[in-house]
């Protein structure tokens, strides 16, 4: 059965830093996964999406320069390194991943088929 599981949320002051991970089970981790979030009265959105396997990375306008996505293969962790933060980042985190592998990967939320519980990140000004 394959499970996402994130850790890593909380409150921080803007300006901070966050790191969020995802542990994955049930599932090969050479696909697509990334993060996305959804704050309140608002569609969630993708912020950081990497292909596991060959690495291949992409980031939201709103987030490029500030997060980092990463993995780590031998762990099947995924991680969000999230520095600089702004209240704008509030929202609910979620960790995501394709059901199959594909050799492109996309921020639609659609396309994703497992997804984390969520974690609460809050950033006050």
């Known amino acids: 059965q394959a499970q996402l599981v994130e850790s ?13 991970s995802c542990t994955a089970s049930g599932f090969s981790f ?3 996964m990334g993060w996305f979030r959804q704050a309140p009265g608002k569609e969630r959105e993708g912020v950081a999406v990497i292909h596991t396997g060959f690495g291949g990375t992409y980031y939201a306008a709103s987030v490029q320069g500030r997060f980092t996505i990463s993995r780590d293969n031998t762990k099947k962790t995924l991680y969000l390194q999230m520095d600089s933060l702004e209240p704008e980042d509030t ?9 199959e ?25």
């Not at 929202?91 to 059901?99: E, K, P, Q, T, V």
């Open 8 to 20: 890593g949320g909380g409150s921080v002051q803007a300006g901070g830093s966050l790191r969020l």
């Open 30 to 32: 050479n696909r697509c």
């Open 91 to 99: 929202a609910i985190y979620y960790c995501a991943s394709d059901r």
């Open 101 to 125: 592998s594909r050799p492109a990967c996309d921020t639609r939320p659609d396309d994703y088929g497992y997804w984390g519980q969520g974690t609460q990140v809050a950033v006050s000004s």
